[in-house]
Nanobody
Framework: QVHLVESGGGLVQAGVSLRLSCAAS???????MGWFRQAPGKEREFVAG????????AYEDSVKGRFTISRDNAKNTMYLQMNRLRPEDTAVYYC????????????????????WGQGTQVTVSS
């Protein structure tokens, strides 16, 4: 099991950028990782995922072209660069991880992750 800590959330105006970070307590190169979010009154949803090597990524349709997921395994950290933020991006953002043998598979479902951070709030005002 790996301990995950998110940071970088905040209150911003629409159109600006934020970068979220997720620090892992263990060697992140052994984990597939991803970002999810949960808006008030809604189910938690997939935002972006990244393979163990960082060579493969996937995005939810509404964030494609605006958000970029990346990882630095030397620092055991994953990032989510969020550009052109919209009010509908307001949510608690969670990072997730799971120990994996596959190098390039990107997981999109919550069931494919076993470890979760506590979340960081992102609020986008119009």
């Amino acid at each position: 099991q790996v301990h995950l800590v998110e940071s970088g959330g905040g209150l911003v105006q629409a159109g600006v950028s934020l970068r979220l970070s997720c620090a892992a307590s263990g060697p992140s190169s052994t984990y597939r990782m991803g970002w999810f979010r949960q808006a008030p009154g809604k189910e938690r949803e997939f935002v972006a995922g990244i393979s163990r090597t960082g060579g493969s990524t996937a995005y939810e349709d509404s964030v494609k072209g605006r958000f970029t997921i990346s990882r630095d395994n030397a620092k055991n950290t994953m990032y989510l660069q969020m550009n052109r933020l919209r009010p509908e991006d307001t949510a608690v953002y969670y990072c997730a991880a799971r120990l994996a043998f596959d190098l390039e598979y990107v997981a999109r479902s919550q069931a494919e992750y076993s470890d979760w951070g506590q979340g960081t709030q992102v609020t986008v005002s119009s």
